[in-house]
C-alpha cells in the first residue's frame, strides 16, 4: 500500500520506486537538493529531524505541502546510518488556513473601513446639529430682542441644516 501512494505520487510504478531515494524521484533540482542536504544531517548527527513544512514537486507541476519527520536507522553493516522519512501532506490544511487568514484580514480590513464610516458620518451629522442647536438656542434666548429679519436669517439656518440632515440620511 505505501509503495502503491509513493509511486502514485510521483507518477511511476511500484518497480520504479522501490529502491530509490526521494532525490532520486523528485523532478525539482533544488526540493531533491534540499531533502538530501537534511538527509545528510540526520545520518551526521545521528538525531531525527522534524520539518513542519516543505514543499515538493510532483511529476504533473503540482505542489504539495508536506510535513515530515526524518529518523536515523542503523544501516546493516551497524556502522552507518539509513534515514528513514514519514511524510504527511497537509497541502489542504494549508490551503484551508490561507483562505481562512485571507478571509481574516478581509473582516479586519471591513471593520476598519466600518470605523472610519461611522467617524465621517458622525462628523457631518454633528455639523448641521450643531447650526440647529445653536440657532435653536439664539432664538430661544434672545427671541424677542432680535429683528424680524434677524428671526428669518436664524430659522433659515435651521431650515437649511436640517435639508442638510435629511439630505445625508437619503445618501
Known sequence: MLFRSIAAA??????????KTDRELLINPEEATQFGNDDQQVINLVESLWIPEESITLPSGEQKILQTHKIPIAAPDG????VLGVAT????????????QKALQKEKELREMKGQFVDIVSHEFRTPLTSILGFAELL???YSKLS???QL???????QAGIRLKDLIDD
Not at 11 to 19: A, D, N, S
Not at 79 to 82: A, F, G, K, L, V
Request: aromatic share 8%; glycine share 6%.
Open 89 to 100: 501532506d497537509i497541502t489542504d490544511r494549508k490551503r484551508a488556513e490561507d483562505e481562512i
Open 153 to 159: 436669517h436664524y430659522i433659515r439656518n435651521i431650515q
Open 79 to 82: 556502522n552507518s546510518y539509513e
Open 148 to 150: 424680524k429679519e434677524k
Open 140 to 142: 430661544n434666548r434672545h
Open 10 to 19: 510521483y507518477g511511476k510504478t511500484i518497480e520504479e520506486v522501490i529502491g
